[in-house]
Antibody, heavy 120, light 110 residues
Framework: QVQLVESGGGVVQPGRSLRLSCAASRFSISNYAMHWVRQAPGKGLEWVAAMSYDGRNRDSAESLKGRFTISRDNSKNMMYLQMNSLRVEDTAVYYC?????????????WGQGTLVTVSS | QSALTQPRSVSGSPGQSVTISCTGTSSDVGAYNFVSWYQQHPGKAPKVTIYDVSKRPSGVPDRFSGSKSGNTASLTISGLQAEDEADYYCFSYAGSYTWVFGGGTKVTVL
């Protein structure tokens, strides 16, 4: 069964940086687009960033550009989210999700999420 | 990238049908057929229910159906069951390798 496990969350002060990791198993991320999605406490889902299977296409939500960067290491079957200049409003559960396609496609598998709390 | 517009809540009795709308723009919902819907129970990760506007993944009951007209996509749950009570989110490709979610709709089974 496909598995995605996020790690790297925790409590961080405003202005600091954090890198989230997503470990994939039982499939190769090199064949699929991958996404990060977040959910603030009691709020809805928010798309954060995505990267195509080959890394040639990648982007993040307009409101996060310049602060959040998605990357992947196919050799390790891992995906990452580098988050800089964190703000209180970035507090959320961060999910990594696999697309069913290499560019587009629904998010057919999700991790259980990692909680990031930005607080002084 | 403004969030797609969904009603905050809908409700229905067991066996009834409910429809959730998802209104975007000609740059997202209206431009592409990459609209999917996700069901999320409390404390759980989301699960895809409909993709490519109207396709159903294997294992999803056929009481779930999707459609699109212009800039508005819709999810219909027919024959509502207790286990359908959850939050539902639409999700659309918005061009230039960006995506956008709807604000979410809470479905209550009366």
């Amino acid at each position: 069964q496909v598995q995605l496990v996020e790690s790297g969350g925790g409590v961080v002060q405003p202005g600091r940086s954090l890198r989230l990791s997503c470990a994939a198993s039982r499939f190769s991320i090199s064949n699929y687009a991958m996404h990060w999605v977040r959910q603030a406490p009691g709020k809805g889902l928010e798309w954060v960033a995505a990267m195509s299977y080959d890394g040639r296409n990648r982007d993040s939500a307009e409101s996060l550009k310049g602060r959040f960067t998605i990357s992947r290491d196919n050799s390790k079957n891992m995906m990452y989210l580098q988050m800089n200049s964190l703000r209180v409003e970035d507090t959320a559960v961060y999910y990594c999700a696999k697309s069913s396609g290499n560019y587009h496609g629904p998010l057919d598998y999700w991790g259980q999420g990692t909680l990031v709390t930005v607080s002084s | 990238q403004s969030a797609l517009t969904q009603p905050r809540s809908v409700s229905g009795s067991p066996g009834q049908s409910v429809t959730i709308s998802c209104t975007g723009t000609s740059s997202d919902v209206g431009a592409y057929n990459f609209v999917s819907w996700y069901q999320q129970h409390p404390g759980k990760a989301p699960k895809v229910t409909i993709y490519d506007v109207s396709k159903r993944p294997s294992g999803v009951p056929d009481r779930f159906s999707g459609s699109k007209s212009g800039n508005t996509a819709s999810l219909t749950i027919s024959g509502l069951q207790a286990e359908d009570e959850a939050d539902y989110y639409c999700f659309s490709y918005a061009g230039s390798y960006t995506w956008v979610f709807g604000g979410g709709t809470k479905v209550t089974v009366l």
